[in-house]
């Protein structure tokens, strides 16, 4: 069936480094993707999308990477800060619908 | 940015009574909500989909009669989890589609259910 997957459980970075979250999708249809940050007892909180149209964006401290050829969606966060320590998810979805969630990178960073 | 709202946050409950949990979009109409579950250390599985006016869509393996789903208005889904068991503690998130404009998906901030 069609899944949305991540390739490592969790992540530990120093404060100050760059982090790589890796993500990958099955469906070839999906054309919407997004990374979720999720606090302890929280809900999912917005990070970043991209379209299936583009193959890179940025935002602050972040940028997305889709790359369509291998299924493959990444996060970057520059400058990793203890606040950054949280479960990602990456999400896709296709046309409106329901978004299907990876199973998570839980990243630590310490001081 | 568009704020969804849940009530309650959390919730405690004896085993065998029902727990009903409201989803509402506070500053736009949601044509169509989803119900997400989410157990310790677990990604969110989509449980349903709420659209309003109409019945909900289940997700396989959800039981419909178990999760109640009533979308009454643009603005408010509610789950029902009837005679709840243990099992269904869980973390329940919401989230609603804007029905204006560029297609975007807002999640509320979970409800805690623990079923004693």
């Given amino acids: 069936g069609e899944s949305v997957g991540l390739h490592l459980p969790t992540l530990s970075v120093q404060e100050g480094d760059n982090s790589i979250i890796n993500c990958a999708y099955s469906n070839s249809a999906s054309d919407y993707f997004i990374w979720y940050k999720q606090e302890s007892?929280?809900?999912?909180?917005?990070?970043?999308d991209i379209r299936s149209n583009m193959d890179k964006r940025q935002g602050q401290r972040v940028t997305v990477l889709l790359n369509k050829t291998v299924k493959h969606l990444s996060l970057q966060i520059a400058a990793t800060q203890p606040g950054d320590s949280a479960v990602y998810f990456c999400a896709?979805?296709?046309?409106?619908?329901?978004?299907i969630f990876g199973k998570g990178t839980t990243l630590s960073v310490s001081s | 940015g568009a704020?969804?709202?849940?009530?309650?946050?959390?919730?405690?409950?004896?085993?065998?009574?029902?727990?009903?949990?409201?989803?509402?979009?506070?500053?736009f109409q949601a044509t169509t909500m989803f119900w997400y579950r989410?157990?310790?250390?677990?990604?969110?599985?989509?449980?349903?989909?709420?659209?309003?006016?109409?019945?909900?869509?289940?997700?396989?393996?959800?039981?419909k009669d178990k999760f109640l789903i009533n979308h009454a208005s643009l603005?408010?889904?509610?789950?029902?989890?009837?005679?709840a068991h243990p099992e269904d503690s869980s973390f329940y998130i919401c989230s609603a589609i804007r029905t204006s404009g560029v297609y975007?998906?807002?999640f509320g901030p979970g409800t805690r259910l623990t079923v004693l």
């Avoid at chain 2, 603005?75 to 005679?83: A, I």
Wanted: proline share 4%.
């Fill in chain 1, 92 to 99: 896709e979805n296709q046309a409106g619908t329901a978004l």
């Fill in chain 2, 38 to 63: 989410q157990f310790p250390k677990q990604s969110l599985m989509l449980m349903a989909t709420s659209n309003e006016g109409s019945k909900a869509t289940y997700e396989q393996g959800v039981e």
């Fill in chain 1, 41 to 48: 007892g929280k809900g999912p909180q917005f990070i970043i």
């Fill in chain 2, 75 to 83: 603005t408010l889904s509610t789950l029902t989890v009837t005679s």
């Fill in chain 2, 104 to 106: 975007e998906q807002f």
């Fill in chain 2, 3 to 27: 704020v969804v709202s849940q009530h309650p946050s959390w919730v405690i409950c004896k085993s065998g009574t029902s727990v009903k949990i409201e989803c509402r979009s506070l500053d």
